[in-house]
T-cell receptor, first 114, second 114 residues
Framework: DAGVIQSPRHEVTEMGQEVTLRCKPI?????LFWYRQTMMRGLELLIY????????DSGMPEDRFSAKMPNASFSTLKIQPSEPRDSAVYFC????????????FGPGTRLLVL | AQSVSQHNHHVILSEAASLELGCNYS??????LFWYVQYPGQHLQLLLK??????LVKGIKGFEAEFIKSKFSFNLRKPSVQWSDTAEYFC????????????FGTGTRLTIIP
């Protein structure tokens, strides 16, 4: 199994630009999570999907952030416009069983907004 | 709302020393508990998990954790650490009610001196 796949692994962009992060969950997993990791705030859950439907987006910082899951094998997290304070590592995770909740994490996307 | 406290922000030990990392959670109902590890430059990996049954849980690489319900604690232990255990360790909790949301602690950075 290839595990959770994220792209790009690194992204450097300028303030105001649109950024799109991509995630492919483990095949057969029906839940997908987006996290952000910073030194100041640690690991924060941004949003999660179950069966492609957003269940909880209370962690999405503001309207500049949006996430979609058009099908079971693909999700995007978009930031438009990006700001320097969005610089962080963004992790995607997936899990297979609603009650057992073992989440498998991807390698992350390291985002730097200048 | 759930919360997780990891009181040790940075722990430095010599090889072969014993390790105990504290984790306390706040939640009124039944919980699932997890320890994840993040090695330098890598993504989060599951070390061990507790859902029910024996409160002493054994994980990978010689780690174990004990769930003490009366103390709302889930401390991580290892009798003899190795240099390769240098990493950041995250405790996480979710409700056992069907909500998949994981709440992470702020993490403990462990440095092992050879």
């Amino acid at each position: 199994d290839a595990g959770v796949i994220q792209s790009p692994r690194h992204e450097v962009t300028e303030m105001g630009q649109e950024v799109t992060l991509r995630c492919k969950p483990i095949s057969g997993h029906n839940s997908l999570f987006w996290y952000r990791q910073t030194m100041m705030r640690g690991l924060e859950l941004l949003i999660y999907f179950n069966n492609n439907v957003p269940i909880d987006d209370s962690g999405m910082p503001e309207d500049r952030f949006s996430a979609k899951m058009p099908n079971a094998s693909f999700s995007t997290l978009k930031i438009q416009p990006s700001e320097p304070r969005d610089s962080a590592v963004y992790f995607c995770a997936s899990s297979s069983d609603r009650r057992q909740e073992t989440q498998y994490f991807g390698p992350g996307t390291r985002l730097l907004v200048l | 709302a759930q919360s997780v406290s990891q009181h040790n922000h940075h722990v430095i030990l010599s090889e072969a020393a014993s390790l105990e990392l504290g984790c306390n959670y706040s939640y009124g109902g039944t919980v699932n508990l997890f320890w994840y590890v993040q090695y330098p430059g890598q993504h989060l990996q599951l070390l061990l998990k507790y859902f029910s049954g024996d409160p002493l849980v054994k994980g990978i690489k010689g780690f174990e954790a004990e769930f003490i319900k009366s103390k709302f604690s889930f401390n991580l232990r290892k009798p003899s650490v190795q240099w390769s255990d240098t990493a950041e360790y995250f405790c996480a909790v979710s409700s056992n009610f069907g909500n998949e949301k994981l709440t992470f602690g702020t993490g403990t950075r462990l440095t092992i001196i050879p």
